[in-house]
């Protein structure tokens, strides 16, 4: 099947992601189980005395490095009374057993849901709108919750968070018409944006006390996160084949339902504060930090490479290098299966190293990687194309912890919630922009103009970064 122009880009990756091997999805599951009965991340192991000396000036060679987050603290005039609790390594595996089923759930959702939207009689294009409608409410929505999380603190806005998911999604399940449909999905960023805000700052805390770990944990909850986008489109597909295409939203409302439960069990580590000590933020004056100035260049870079992922990279796989479905099914499940690996090993990369070290050696390689598929693309070298995507898949793997764990030590303690918001808004507005843009260039000047262009993306986000960061 050709797609037209314009209407390509979304119309070929529903069919791709159905096709990819349950074999696989359960065998990467399985592995991923393995490493994380033999990981030895223990972000909360230590006394309570460890804890107060990391966060005390005068208690000890602990505290003769201060964390960045206390630092940027400082320097914006803030300091922090609220008492803080320990999280336990009971907590951190009822944090990852709660995400999990929403996760499947939702990576069998991705590739329903542009079918869905035809089912109202939706263009391709308006499809697309449809699909990107949760980040819009997600940039509108982020800073405002992440002011909550430091507020009213960090379990409510994940239970309450979910449990609006899981309504938006029976809601996308009964439209009957297209404003329902519209608004459910508005509801859905809702959600999604109040859980991401406390789930962030509730990781912050939680690992507040061996920093030198946290990058470990945070390789462990992304590699958690991708094997269930690995299982997501296999139980998604046998779903709709037996009960519907609706029945998948009931499904992720149930998943969203369990996770908001699991959350619920999660101990607050940050008090509420009260309105004395609050302090808004507003979105201009995170930014004038230079950490967050580089936390931003470097979001864009990394989101626009998962649009591009998303809404091109099938379409080239088919057209260009005549790939079947099952072919690009199975590119992408293999990927993500390298995304699994990828992110324990940046976890402990991001340890070893520093977490700025590893995204700049990320930056840098996922630009190659970009530029090397437009020279492979426009050489018709297949080979080389699947061999760029596999670099770029590592590197933006190896990547994720280290940008959560440089994100949440540049953020000010008590501002924590509100300033780890800004790489995320900036993130969502340019994953609202960069299919669009990408699918235009495609459109008008080929597949290798639009490659290059994520690849420039990345190279002018690293070197933003690097300069802003040093």
């Not at 080929?446 to 262009?453: D, N, R």
Request: proline share 6%.
């Amino acid at each position: 099947m050709t797609f037209p122009p314009r209407m390509r880009h979304l119309g070929a990756l529903p069919r791709a992601y159905r096709l990819r091997r349950p074999g696989l999805a359960w065998l990467c599951l399985g592995c991923l189980l393995t490493l994380l009965v033999r990981n030895d991340w223990h972000p909360t192991r230590g006394t309570l005395a460890q804890s107060t000396a990391f966060i005390s000036p005068n208690a000890g060679p602990p505290q003769q490095v201060p964390s960045l987050s206390q630092s940027r603290a400082k320097a914006w005039g803030d300091v922090m009374e609220t008492p803080k609790l320990e999280a336990s390594d009971r907590d951190f595996s009822l944090l990852l057993a709660s995400q999990f089923p929403v996760f499947v759930a939702v990576g069998a959702l991705i590739p329903v849901l542009p079918l869905y939207g035809q089912e109202f009689g939706l263009s391709q294009s308006s499809v697309g709108l449809l699909v990107s409608s949760p980040s819009l409410a997600k940039l509108i929505l982020n800073l405002p919750f992440g002011q909550l999380a430091d507020s009213l603190g960090r379990r409510v806005l994940m239970v309450g968070g979910m449990s609006l998911c899981a309504i938006a999604d029976v809601g996308t399940g009964l439209a009957s018409s297209l404003p329902f449909l519209i608004v459910a999905r508005l509801l859905l960023g809702a959600g999604l944006s109040s859980s991401d805000a406390g789930s962030s700052a509730w990781v912050a805390d939680a690992t507040e006390t061996r920093p030198e770990t946290r990058a470990s944990f945070l390789g462990v909850q992304n590699a958690v996160i991708a094997s269930a986008f690995v299982i997501g489109p296999a139980v998604g597909g046998w779903l709709v084949g037996e009960f519907g295409m609706r029945s998948i939203f009931f499904v992720v409302a149930i998943g969203a339902a369990t996770c908001a439960a699991g959350y619920s069990f999660l101990p607050e580590l940050r008090g509420a504060r009260t309105a004395e000590d609050r302090e808004a933020s507003s979105f201009q004056e995170l930014l004038k930090a230079p950490e967050q100035q580089a936390l931003a260049a470097i979001s864009v870079a990394f989101y626009a490479g998962t649009a591009c992922k998303i809404s091109l990279l099938p379409t080239v796989a088919k057209e260009v290098f005549d790939a079947a479905p099952a072919e690009v099914g199975q590119l992408f499940s293999a990927l993500a299966a390298l995304a699994i690996f990828g992110t324990l090993v940046g976890g402990r990369l991001a340890d070893a190293v520093g977490p700025r070290n590893i995204l700049l050696v990320c930056g840098g390689a996922c630009s190659a990687a970009y530029f090397g598929a437009a020279l492979a693309t426009e050489a018709h070298a297949k080979e080389a194309f699947v061999a760029c995507l596999a670099l770029w898949a590592v590197a933006a793997a190896i990547k994720s912890p280290a940008l959560q764990a440089f994100a949440i030590s540049a953020a000010p303690e008590d501002r924590r919630g509100a300033a780890l918001s800004v790489p995320k808004t900036v993130g969502d507005l340019s994953y609202l922009i960069a299919p669009f843009l990408l699918g235009a260039l495609d459109d008008n000047f080929g597949p290798e103009a639009a490659l290059t262009c994520c690849a420039s993306t990345f190279l002018l986000g690293t070197l933003a970064f690097a300069f802003r960061s040093a």
